[in-house]
């Protein structure tokens, strides 16, 4: 199983940013698809889900300013991010998962500032 996080980068506060996470080894329609986040000194909390349905799940600090979403004729998952602030800097991490089953990417940085 390989999940393969890309579209991190430097951008300044308002801005917008689109992370990508390309799946591979894993049959991707049936996994439940996620971002988390980790910033310095803090521990990894949950971003976004998306069901194999298509339910998406939200943390209260994102809602309405990010958009994740799935292709999966492409293996991808995405996570649209608007109205960024500096307290979203962090490494963002994709995660699958199907039952008790669930692989981890190797995180994308993104950092908000001016």
């Known amino acids: 199983v390989q999940l393969q996080a890309s579209g991190g980068g430097l951008v300044q506060p308002g801005g917008s940013l689109r992370l990508s996470c390309a799946a591979s080894g894993i049959t991707f329609v049936n996994n439940e698809m996620g971002w988390y986040r980790q910033a310095p000194g803090k521990e990894r909390e949950l971003v976004a889900t998306?069901?194999?349905?298509?339910?998406?799940n939200y943390a209260d600090s994102v809602k309405g300013r990010f958009t994740i979403s799935r292709d999966n004729g492409k293996r991808t998952v995405y996570l649209q991010m608007n109205s960024l602030k500096p307290e979203d800097t962090a490494v963002y991490y994709c995660k699958r998962r199907y039952g008790r089953a669930e692989s981890w990417g190797q995180g994308t940085l993104v950092t908000v500032s001016s």
């Open positions: 998306i069901t194999s349905g298509g339910t998406k």
